[in-house]
């Protein structure tokens, strides 16, 4: 069966980090673009950050650039995300994905596989 689980999330306080974990089953994560992605109540789902299938390049978006890494850990089929000098607006519900297109970046639609999502609640 084909699986994208995350894991990692919770409350945490402004200023502070939380490491968020996609890991795959059923298919090798090596072969596919993943983006991490978030919904916070009231708002669309938005892109945070994607790592290419090719060469692991990597994006962001602009509002967490310098404060969040994308890192792959092929030999353990897990894609992290380490969110450091939290802010309360990262509150959101957070998703990976994963595409067979090697650099799907934002695109939403160029995604096959999607996690169930894990909370992270920044309080102030």
């Known amino acids: 069966e084909v699986q994208l689980v995350e894991s990692g999330g919770g409350l945490v306080q402004a200023g502070g980090s939380v490491r968020l974990a996609c890991a795959a089953s059923?298919?090798?994560?090596?072969?596919?673009?993943v983006g991490w992605f978030r919904k916070a109540p009231g708002k669309e789902r938005e892109g945070v950050s994607c790592i290419s299938a090719s060469d692991g390049s990597t994006d962001y978006a602009g509002s967490v650039k310098g404060r969040f890494t994308i890192s792959k850990d092929n030999a353990k089929n897990t894609v992290y995300l380490q969110m450091n000098s939290l802010k309360p607006e990262d509150t959101a519900v957070y998703y990976c994905a994963a595409s067979y297109y090697p650099w799907a970046k934002w695109s939403e639609t160029l995604y096959n596989y999607w996690g169930q999502g894990t909370q992270v609640t920044v309080s102030s």
């Open positions: 059923g298919f090798t994560l090596d072969d596919y673009a």
